[in-house]
Nanobody
Framework: VQLQAFGGGLVQAGGSLRLSCAAS????????MGWFRQAPGKEREFVAT????????YYADSMKGRFTISRNNAKNSVYLQMDSLKPEDTAVYYC???????????????????WGQGTEVTVSS
């Protein structure tokens, strides 16, 4: 699976961004997907994950109510809608895909086998 994330940019606090991740390679519709982020000087952290069929999703506590993960298997894409952005959301955001089939979503980075190149999000105060 090859993943390409895009949609990052500079936004003011309180604003919104929508990240996209395009997948190619093996059948995309059968794998769980996730978003992670890494801020400068910090470890990579979990943001959100979605099951292979889109029926289940999970969020890190600090993102609940502000971020929404979704997917369109027909377009081989997963999305992260980010609202009410805060300066502390500034990071490089990565999409990731699981190797197994019919995953329900995973919150640990080691559970993912494929990673995109990342897209940078900067939130100004």
């Amino acid at each position: 699976v090859q993943l390409q994330a895009f949609g990052g940019g500079l936004v003011q606090a309180g604003g919104s961004l929508r990240l996209s991740c395009a997948a190619s390679g093996r059948p995309f519709s059968s794998v769980a997907m996730g978003w992670f982020r890494q801020a400068p000087g910090k470890e990579r952290e979990f943001v959100a994950t979605i099951s292979w069929n889109g029926e289940r999703s999970y969020y890190a506590d600090s993102m609940k109510g502000r971020f929404t993960i979704s997917r369109n298997n027909a377009k081989n894409s997963v999305y992260l809608q980010m609202d009410s952005l805060k300066p502390e959301d500034t990071a490089v955001y990565y999409c990731a895909a699981d190797r197994g089939y019919y995953g329900l979503g995973y919150i640990h980075s080691y559970e993912y086998d494929y990673w995109g190149q990342g897209t940078e999000v900067t939130v100004s105060s």
